[in-house]
């Protein structure tokens, strides 16, 4: 199984918890399409890894996934810089603000 019943990919989660080596086992034990999963929410692995401000993790995401990965709009519209800037107070998530927006 892919997703849990929130619709959490296997990324998804090992994103959140900044676990890069796990992420780029699983991506290439798979392939890069499981990036582009997201969740109930329509959260992809590199939203997850930047409101919690795993700058590492994020530029990984954006290298293997491109800049496709970031245009991956919630719900409610909002997209994965946005959500990282709304956390900005914390010095990795400025950091992950960066690299997102070198990115676009």
Same mark, same amino acid.
């Given at each position: 199984?892919?997703? @849990?019943n929130l ?5 998804c989660c090992?994103? #959140?918890?900044? %676990?890069? =080596? ?5 991506? +290439? ?10 969740d !109930? =929410? +329509? ?9 919690s401000? %795993?700058? =590492?993790?994020? $530029? ?5 996934g491109g800049? =496709?990965?970031?245009m991956? #709009? ?8 946005s ?7 914390? *010095? @990795? !998530?400025?950091?992950?603000? $960066?690299?997102? *927006? *070198?990115?676009?």
């Open positions: 199984m892919l997703k @849990d619709g959490c990919s296997c990324v090992e994103a #959140l918890s900044g %676990h890069v =080596e796990i992420v780029k086992l699983l991506v +290439a034990l798979r392939d890069s399409d499981l990036l582009m999963l997201i !109930n =929410e +329509a959260r992809s692995c590199v939203c997850f890894a930047a409101v401000g %795993h700058i =590492e993790v994020v $530029k990984m995401l954006v290298d293997i800049r =496709e990965l970031l991956v #709009l919630l719900k409610d519209g909002s997209s994965c810089l959500l990282a800037a709304e956390m900005a107070d914390c *010095e @990795d !998530n400025k950091g992950v603000v $960066k690299v997102i *927006e *070198e990115a676009y």
